[in-house]
């Protein structure tokens, strides 16, 4: 074979190589993340995003549930079983975690048109509490009208309000991978998460997934009937499942003025107040379970008047008043 010719050939070899490990499709490193605020942890049934290079040749999206496990030739698979998509592209590819992974560590790989990446890994924990937002703010709407709640719309003490959450892995009735979620019966979560509007406890109806879609969450609330003063326009939403994952949003609501303090107020209170022997201020300590709850005590006769409640220890449903009803249906 002439040099020139063998020369030629030896080129056209590597020029292929190159186009072929051009398209190898590769996830980023730490690129799988969840859907909602993109934190690298997932659960099992929860939506998740993947951002890479060369991951599809272009740009497709599912129209149909159950979900596909095929977009434009692009197959993810999470610890070996096929996820199903939601959309694909040259850089991001949306799909649904298995309900079948296991809590720890999976390996997530994407196939393009046969040519299969390298592994990424991504933690799996059974609760990522992460609600979806927009404008940087949690989607929460009125739980009867669906409209949305923002600084124009606050919610108001004792309103049933629903928060769109991505993360609910451990269920009573999990759907099937890529399937939509069933009314009846609904798929619970099996923790039922601790939710506070800034120091008092929020009233929990429902946590679980929406009937007909797949794999969003919701969790249903009644807000306290007694909101604190307050000089601030919002106040932090916080949910817990336990584990350490917790999602904290602002929530606006209607709050009743507190007036700042006068010079007189702020005199009285400059002065020292009396020794008062014998009692102790007792309040039981906060955890990641349950939310602080102090104990309501008085002061001796000759140490003045009782100690007055702090906001925190209001109960959501005072004895005076029945509770709202949970909606009939979610």
């Not at 056209?12 to 799988?32: E, M, R, Y």
């Amino acid at each position: 074979m002439p040099q020139s010719l063998l020369k030629s050939v030896l080129l056209a070899v590597l020029l292929c190589g190159a186009a072929w490990t051009q398209t190898v499709p590769t996830i980023n490193q730490g690129g799988v993340v969840e859907a909602a605020q993109f934190q690298p942890m997932v659960a099992p049934g929860s939506i998740a995003s993947l951002f890479g290079q060369y991951l599809a040749g272009g740009t497709f999206q599912a129209d149909t549930i159950p979900l596909p496990t095929e977009l434009g030739s692009v197959q993810v698979t999470v610890d070996g079983v096929l996820a199903p998509l939601f959309y694909v592209s040259n850089g991001q590819i949306n799909f649904q975690i298995p309900f079948e992974t296991a809590p720890g560590t999976a390996n997530v790989i994407v196939n393009r048109n046969g040519v299969v990446g390298p592994a990424e890994p991504v933690q799996v924990k059974d609760y990522t509490p992460a609600a979806f937002r927009s404008s940087g703010l949690g989607i929460v709407v009125d739980n009867a009208t669906g409209s949305l709640i923002n600084a124009g719309n606050p919610a108001t003490a004792g309103q049933i309000i629903r928060v769109y959450m991505n993360g609910f892995g451990d269920l009573d009735h999990p759907p099937a991978t890529g399937a939509a979620s069933a009314s009846d019966p609904l798929a619970r979560t099996i923790v039922v998460p601790q939710v506070s509007l800034g120091d008092q406890p929020v009233t929990v109806y429902y946590a679980g997934m929406t009937p007909g879609l797949v794999g969003l969450g919701q969790i249903d609330m009644g807000l306290p009937e007694d909101l604190p003063a307050s000089l601030r326009a919002s106040l932090p939403l916080t949910i817990d499942f336990g584990g350490g994952v917790i999602d904290e949003e602002e929530l606006f609501v209607t709050l009743p003025s507190r007036s700042p303090p006068t010079q007189a107020s702020r005199s009285a209170e400059s002065r020292p107040s009396p020794p008062c022997r014998g009692t102790r201020s007792k309040f039981r300590t906060r955890s990641r379970t349950s939310p602080a709850t102090p104990v309501r005590q008085t002061s001796p006769s000759t140490c003045g008047s009782p100690i007055r409640t702090p906001p925190s220890e209001e109960r959501p449903w005072s004895s005076r008043r029945r509770p709202r009803s949970p909606p009939r249906s979610l």
